[in-house]
């Protein structure tokens, strides 16, 4: 028996998706339009509205948990009712007794892009990029879209047109508006609030990394924490690195970037099975009992650089990669953007360059390239750059959004 079987290449897939959205989206206003009409039958011809949730927060993993917390603690605190809408079926919001925060599970993907294009709500804040770009569309019944930064590093390393239509962008430092404020111009869109607030999920680690324990009899620990793709550390360089590593009998850990556990998958496996027990490997959600046992780290040009520098004012060694930015809002940039973006600009600064030569005496290059007062003065000017208003961003965030509402409602 002949079956024909019918494909639809992923941009097609998601142009149908969008026009079905589209459609879902005016029969909802239809709908909506035609019930508000029976209620006003039904009460006698007396008005009735339907108020829009005032305060929404989008979550679209629970690797995120940490950026919301805060916000959400100041909500609580506040007893100002907000809407925590989240893509994590086991979202640790749902073991908090909290009575202010309302959460509501609305599923991955496609699945949540239709709840969350049909959204009301007078202001939605969240990490996920793209707004207006693929299937995650503005809300006609959503006044305000405000994006806050999950990293410290440059806003323009999202993926073409990331953060383009948000009303409003929360920076962890000031530096990060300028490259903002030049695409804007040069893609004639309207300038948008951007205010600096600080970054919440740095708060929420340099208060847990205090609480975890020395360890007794401890061993030199190097944390090999790379990017992902073509141009990062593992893909790269793998065996070549890790050999050489593994043989200094030192303590080493691999805490591979997230998204290569979904697009690397048979690269990791390949390493784990040439390693054993020789390297052990970090997949956990949060990075912080990582970074609290390395007394160096080596990676590329990860953000997570910057975690480990701000937190434990450690050395960390860099291996200078090509980063293609063609993909990002930073290729529009120019061609020289790669070198002056802030992230690359600092890594030279705070950072050491370890060189593919350098890799067969690995161990001995690390000891000899001491830590200095030049490198500690670098980094903590990078801490003061990038993550201004240590302990204070949910608090910030949350008065953002009140003030947001209060002026949209006068």
Not at 147 to 167: C, E, K, P, S, W
Request: glycine share 6%; aromatic share 12%; charged share 25%.
């Amino acid at each position: 028996m002949n079956l024909n079987i019918l494909y639809i290449d992923p941009g097609t897939g998601s142009a149908l998706f969008s026009i079905f959205i589209g459609a879902a989206a005016t029969l909802y206003f239809v709908g909506r339009a035609l019930f508000i009409r029976l209620k006003v039958v039904l009460t006698s011809g007396k008005a009735v509205s339907i108020s829009p949730h005032s305060f929404v927060i989008y979550c679209e993993g629970k690797q995120y948990w940490n950026v919301f917390k805060p916000v959400l603690d100041e909500f609580e605190k506040r007893e100002t009712e907000i809407l925590y809408l989240t893509s994590s079926e086991d979202d640790p919001v749902f073991n908090l007794p909290w009575s202010f925060v309302k959460a509501e599970y609305i599923g991955e993907g496609n699945r949540a892009f239709a709840r969350l294009n049909i959204l009301q709500a007078k202001i939605c804040l969240m990490t996920t990029p793209g707004l207006n770009v693929y299937q995650l569309k503005r809300s006609k019944m959503t006044a305000h879209y405000s994006h806050v930064l999950h990293m410290t590093n440059d806003a323009t390393l999202y993926r073409l047109f990331g953060i383009d239509y948000f009303d409003s962008i929360l920076l962890t430092g000031s530096y990060q508006a300028n490259d903002i404020r030049v695409l804007e111009k040069q893609r004639g869109l309207p300038a948008k609030n951007i205010i600096t607030v600080g970054c919440s999920y740095l708060d929420v680690y340099a208060e847990k990394i205090k609480n975890i324990p020395a360890e007794n009899n401890h061993t030199f620990t190097v944390l090999v924490s790379p990017s992902w793709g073509n141009s990062a550390l593992l893909a790269k360089y793998g065996e070549k690195l890790l050999d050489p590593l593994v043989k200094t009998e030192w303590r080493i850990i691999v805490r591979p970037h997230p998204q290569s556990k979904k697009s690397e998958n048979a690269m990791l496996d390949k390493l784990t099975e040439r390693y054993g027990d020789n390297i052990i490997w970090d997949y956990e959600l949060e990075n912080i009992h990582a970074l609290a046992k390395a007394d160096v780290m080596i990676s590329d040009f990860s953000g997570i650089i910057y975690d480990f520098v701000f937190l434990r004012d450690k050395p960390v060694f860099y291996v200078k990669q090509g980063m293609d930015i063609r993909p990002y809002d930073a290729g529009d940039l120019g061609d020289d953007a790669l070198e002056k973006l802030w992230q690359f600009k600092t890594l030279r600064e705070i950072g050491i360059e370890l060189k593919e030569e350098h890799f067969a005496d690995i161990g001995e290059h690390i000891k000899k390239a001491a830590d200095s007062e030049t490198l500690r003065n670098a980094r903590n000017k990078a801490r003061n750059t990038a993550w201004q208003y240590p302990g204070e961003a949910g608090g910030r965030i949350a008065d953002f959004m009140i003030e947001t509402v209060r002026n949209h409602d006068e």
